[in-house]
């Protein structure tokens, strides 16, 4: 399964204040990280263990090949527990969720648990651009967005992938954001289409000028169009 990993290191943050625009992106960019610096380990024996320091590692691992023979919808807590060899509580009690488990099992620098709260909170009229900030201030930091590409790259050319990505991104971030702002499936997916497209050109295609200007330039660039999906208008 190393197709889908990449090395990286994660920082974890806290929430958002209102009425300064470039620190909220800040912050919410850090929100919910998780670190994970583990290697794929082989198969387990069945039988449950009790945690031990290698335990977390061995979990992740043993998720990173349910998550990719399954995809996420299928993959279970009680599944990747066994394929792991170790009790469910002591999965539930290192990640919490399937999704904690997936973001920490990809390396992904942010957990949508963690920071959709603080996306749609605030003023509607502003959802845009928290969400335009969010997407390029997650992405500017180099350690942060090489697992996102590298996910994204393998996509390309790895249908098991495209689903595992597609799974996870349909019922952990924008079924959830859609729900929380009342707005209909097919606008969030657009946006969020878009801002995937600009990362894409930005940083794959390194596309000029979009590939070295400033993120303030591009959230005043493409913040209202993303708020007009949001708002249906």
């Given amino acids: ?112 648990e963690d920071v959709i709260p603080l996306l749609v909170a605030g003023p509607r009229e502003e959802t845009g651009e928290r969400l335009v900030r969010f997407i390029l201030t997650i992405t500017s930091d180099a350690r942060a967005r090489q697992p996102v590409l590298a996910l994204m790259r393998t996509a390309m050319t790895n249908e098991q992938v495209v689903g595992m990505i597609r799974e996870f991104m349909t019922h952990a971030l924008l079924e959830k954001v859609g729900e929380a702002l009342g707005v209909p499936p097919i606008r969030m997916e657009a946006a969020f289409a878009q801002l995937f497209g600009v990362v894409l050109v930005r940083y794959v295609i390194k596309l000029e000028p979009i590939a070295s200007v400033g993120v303030e330039e591009l959230v005043a660039l493409l913040a209202p169009t993303i708020q007009r999906y949001i708002d249906g208008s």
């Fill in 1 to 112: 399964m190393s197709d889908v990993t990449a090395e990286s290191g994660v920082a974890a943050g806290s929430g958002i204040t209102a009425g300064n625009s470039a620190a909220a992106g800040d912050e919410i960019a850090t929100a919910g990280g998780v670190t994970a610096g583990s290697k794929a380990a082989g198969r387990r024996r069945p039988g449950r263990r009790p945690g031990s320091a290698d335990t977390r590692g061995e979990i992740m691992a043993a998720a990173r090949r349910t998550f990719a023979e399954k995809g996420f919808d299928k993959a279970t807590i009680r599944g990747i527990a066994r394929e792991a060899g170790v009790d469910p509580a002591l999965v539930h009690h290192y990640f919490a969720s399937k999704e904690g488990l997936f973001v920490a099992a990809m390396e992904l620098p942010v957990n949508p």
